[in-house]
């Protein structure tokens, strides 16, 4: 990321969780949070799960929901999960815009045709973006406001 090699095991395990994270309301371009994720060097996939868990609790309780403080105190005192499942990364409330959006695409598309045509859905400096096969590039915000028709339109030619 910013402070990791790109092909870092740090790097990929926040790729794993960063999108969970950001639709919880974490700001990852926060320099309190991005100090605290450099300065942690180890149980940084502990803490990241432990902070979705806390967060879904948090939620789930209507309690108040400070995210970024969160994960900040996740990190430097290394919390660990209590009961961590994967399926909580496929909960409707984790999925990023992004994500919503792919699997609208299928529904609007179909599976193969929105393969063919999308090649990724990333983060870039906080925004989400939808990388197409044939190069182009558009916000996930973007994608969204246009019709379909548009969108597919743009995507193929």
Same mark, same amino acid.
């Given at each position: 990321?910013?402070?990791?090699?790109?092909?870092?095991? #740090?790097?990929?395990? @926040?790729?794993?969780?960063?999108?969970?994270?950001?639709?919880?309301?974490?700001?990852?371009?926060?320099?309190?949070?991005?100090?605290? @994720?450099?300065?942690?060097?180890?149980?940084?996939?502990?803490?990241?799960?432990?902070?979705?868990?806390?967060?879904?609790? @948090?939620? #789930?309780?209507?309690?108040?929901?400070?995210?970024?403080?969160?994960?900040? !105190?996740?990190?430097?005192?290394?919390?660990?999960?209590? &009961?961590?499942?994967?399926?909580?990364?496929?909960?409707?409330?984790?999925?990023?815009?992004?994500?919503?959006?792919?699997?609208?695409?299928?529904?609007?598309?179909?599976?193969?045709?929105?393969? !063919? @045509?999308? &090649?990724?859905?990333?983060?870039?400096?906080?925004?989400?973006?939808?990388?197409?096969?044939?190069?182009?590039?558009?916000?996930?915000?973007? &994608?969204? !406001?246009?019709?379909?028709?548009?969108?597919?339109?743009? &995507?193929?030619?």
């Amino acid at each position: 990321m910013w402070f990791w090699e790109e092909d870092s095991i #740090e790097s990929e395990i @926040l790729k794993k969780y960063e999108r969970a994270l950001v639709a919880i309301g974490v700001n990852l371009s926060q320099e309190e949070v991005q100090n605290a @994720l450099e300065i942690c060097t180890s149980g940084l996939e502990d803490a990241l799960r432990r902070t979705i868990e806390y967060v879904l609790w @948090l939620h #789930e309780n209507n309690r108040d929901i400070f995210p970024n403080a969160i994960l900040i !105190r996740a990190l430097q005192e290394q919390w660990q999960p209590v &009961a961590w499942r994967d399926e909580y990364l496929e909960l409707p409330m984790l999925q990023s815009p992004g994500q919503r959006w792919w699997n609208a695409a299928a529904k609007m598309w179909g599976d193969d045709l929105r393969n !063919r @045509l999308v &090649a990724d859905v990333f983060y870039d400096n906080g925004q989400e973006f939808i990388k197409f096969s044939n190069g182009k590039e558009l916000v996930v915000e973007t &994608a969204w !406001r246009w019709e379909w028709e548009r969108v597919l339109k743009y &995507a193929t030619i």
